[in-house]
Structure formats: C-alpha cells, structure tokens
T-cell receptor
Framework: DTAVSQTPKYLVTQMGNDKSIKCEQN?????MYWYKQDSKKFLKIMFS???????INETVPNRFSPKSPDKAHLNLHINSLELGDSAVYFC???????????FGPGTRLLVL | DQQVKQNSPSLSVQEGRISILNCDYT??????FLWYKKYPAEGPTFLIS?????DKNEDGRFTVFLNKSAKHLSLHIVPSQPGDSAVYFC????????????FGKGMKLTVNP
C-alpha cells in the first residue's frame, strides 16, 4: 500500500544508453516532483508537474525529459546517459505549499 | 548558493538524552519549514513542520523551534532513541515562489544505546 512508488529501485547501465524511471502516487496529490541526490548528498529539485502541466524545470540538461500521462504518474526519461548522471533520483508528490511532500524510495542509477 | 544550511554533518548522543539538530536559512521569503528523516536506501519521510506564523511546533518526542529574526530553526528530540539514528534533512519553501522544497545537506544522527 505504498503512497509513492518508483521503479526500478536500482539501475546499472552503460554510458550513452537511454533509460526511464517510473513514478506513481496513490495519494490523490495534484503535484509531483523529481529530485536528484548527488554524491555530495544534496537533494535538488529537477522538475515539478501540476495536474500534468510542467511548472518547474530547474536548469536540467535537455537529455532529461519528464512525462506525466496523468496526475498520478510522473516518469523520467534520460537520453545519452553520462557518468555524472549517477545519483539517486527521488520522486515526490504534494498537495501544494503548506502541506507535506511525500517521497518515493528512490532509484539508484549507476552509469558505467 | 545554499539557501538552507545544516552546518554540522553529524551528531552522536546517548539514548535518553536530548538531540538538537540545527538549520539556518538565508532566504527571507521562506515561510514553511519541514524536517525529514532518512534511513539508508529509503526515501525521506516527513517528521514535523512549522509555519512562519508560529515559533514552536510539537509532536510527541519531536519539537521544532523557529527563530525568524535569526533565520534559524532547530529540531529537538527528547528522549532520543536508537531508532532515531538516521540522516535528518531540513527543508523550506518560499511564499510567492514556485512550489518546491529547498533542502539542506542533511545531518547524520547516531543515538547510542
């Protein structure tokens, strides 16, 4: 009965490949996010969608493309993976400011 | 440009004692603050929050204090338990801005039995 779920949990791939990470929330929240936790452990926002509409794009390379087929799903597609993309990617959802953001368990991406 | 700072990377306390985790921020537009707890290989889980209209919020063993003039908040855990051992993140959101949480770097708390 997971509130925010992500697949896969682990992803090991070669440089240059294209990969996708999927996220689903069953909380009925209107807004979903992708955060990246890099090797320095900072959690930084990448994208935010509200009801399938992109509202935040934080200077992320255009190799990263989010897609929201409906408000319960936010997927992240990454083209031409680079070594520096290795990180933990967290999906989150919320009902907006002043409420709690709920996070998924993370997807650990390792690019070799 | 770190807008949310957790300057101490780690803290070790004895079980039963108080743990105090500190957080400073620079953006005066921040008006809602949250603390998250994170275990290894898991996502952050919400612990407690505080709005800028308050200076204290309490939930069981957890209390968050906000000092707006100093742009400082702290999380108090009393009494600390071994299960509290985790990384704690301070996060903030700004009024009038886009809906995003800005996180500190995190602080590792170890509670020794």
């Amino acid at each position: 009965d997971t509130a925010v779920s992500q697949t896969p949990k682990y992803l090991v791939t070669q440089m240059g490949n294209d990969k996708s990470i999927k996220c689903e929330q069953n909380l009925g929240h209107d807004t979903m996010y992708w955060y990246k936790q890099d090797s320095k452990k900072f959690l930084k926002i990448m994208f935010s969608y509200n009801n399938k509409e992109l509202i935040i794009n934080e200077t992320v390379p255009n190799r990263f493309s989010p897609k929201s087929p409906d408000k319960a799903h936010l997927n992240l597609h990454i083209n031409s993976l680079e070594l520096g993309d290795s990180a933990v990617y967290f999906c989150a959802s919320s009902q907006g400011r002043g409420t709690v953001w709920d996070f998924g368990p993370g997807t650990r991406l390792l690019v070799l | 440009d770190q807008q949310v700072k957790q300057n101490s990377p780690s803290l070790s306390v004895q079980e039963g004692r108080i743990s105090i985790l500190n957080c400073d921020y620079t953006n005066s537009m921040f008006d809602y603050f949250l603390w998250y707890k994170k275990y290894p290989a898991e996502g952050p889980t919400f612990l407690i929050s505080i709005s800028s209209i308050k200076d204290k919020n309490e939930d069981g063993r957890f209390t968050v204090f906000l000092n707006k003039s100093a742009k400082h908040l702290s999380l108090h855990i009393v009494p600390s338990q071994p299960g509290d051992s985790a990384v704690y993140f301070c996060a903030a959101s700004a009024r009038g801005g886009s809906e995003k949480l800005v996180f500190g770097k995190g602080m590792k708390l170890t509670v020794n039995p």
